[in-house]
């Protein structure tokens, strides 16, 4: 296990091989989780939970310090994808007493440390779920670490849901140091690199590509999805066959496996869409970054007035700073 000291000098080095280095702001969360991670050499380690707004490094902070804590019986699960997994599960052991419980231990498996990214809760059954497994993790000495934009009292903000999660807030609160990452620059705005990632997509007002062979349908769990095109590792989709349409995160995940590109057409403004689309939206490009996919999105608007609609909606801040990434063209 690396010292603690060691760990800092690892996640020094991987900032710079990336040509940028750490603020003040960063480094104080870099001691922290250097301390998190020499702990875990010695017993238990005090979990951490990370907030602050988007695009000022909490996931990079901890991914990069996850990677460089030598030890086997770690887990690093992104939001959608982990609860996804857990409702699959679910279903696996649903003739089983208390399945919820099984799949929760089927999940965690033999962790020590388990780093959940991007902890956002917007449903009543995720925030039962959250809770339980939160309560697992912490019987069994588990570490969590954990980032998010929400502070731990601002999660699940719909008021008529909140007091459904005030249990599990109460248990990363006791259980877990609480620590915030602010600070005046989203520094996803400032980047120049293009090259690779989701980062590599582009925001166009442009009239994209015409297609080429028929309309296409996808299947996934007895359920047929038309698209645009998928082909050759490609998927072209319009936006209200993705958003305008009961599709979920369990769509996007299996997608993004399955495609190592994406064309997305007809984006309107976002204000010009109900509020179910708009979050299918939300939880899309919170998919496609996690999975770091290029996407090339044909858009009615240009990428600032999209943002300047978006803006009306208060938890759409995640996705303004991530579609940033891209470059733009008129």
Known sequence: MLSRDE?????????????FALDPRQRA????LAALGSELAT?????????????????????????AIPLREKRRVHFHGFFHELHRSIQRHRTEPDAAERAIDDAVGDSRLLFFDELHVHDPGD??????????????????LATSNYAPEDLLPDP??????????????????????????????ITDNHTRGFASGTWSTRTPPRATTPPQHLTLNGRVFPVTSADAGELTLTFDQL??????????????????????????????????AQQRFINLIDVLVA?????????????????????RRPDAFRMASRLRLLATAG
């Open 291 to 311: 999975e770091d996919l290029p996407v090339d999105f044909y858009a009615d608007v240009d990428l600032g007035d999209f943002l300047a609609a978006a803006s």
């Open 127 to 144: 925030a039962r779920l959250l809770t339980r497994l939160l309560d697992h993790a912490f019987t069994r000495k588990v570490t969590v």
């Open 7 to 19: 760990l800092v000098h690892a996640v020094e080095a991987a900032a710079s091989a990336q040509g």
């Open 243 to 276: 958003c305008r349409t009961p599709t979920s995160t369990i769509e996007y995940l299996r997608w993004a496996q399955d495609f190592d590109r994406w064309t997305v057409t007809g984006v309107p403004r976002f204000d010009a869409v109900d509020p179910p």
């Open 43 to 67: 017993g238990e380690a005090r979990s951490l939970y990370l907030w602050g707004d988007a695009g000022r490094g909490k996931s990079w902070l901890a991914d990069a310090a996850y990677a």
């Open 29 to 32: 969360v870099l001691d922290r």
């Open 160 to 189: 008529d849901w909140h007091h459904i999660f005030v249990p599990g807030i109460a248990l990363i609160e006791t259980n877990m140091d609480v620590m915030p990452l602010h600070g005046p620059t989203d520094y996803r705005t």
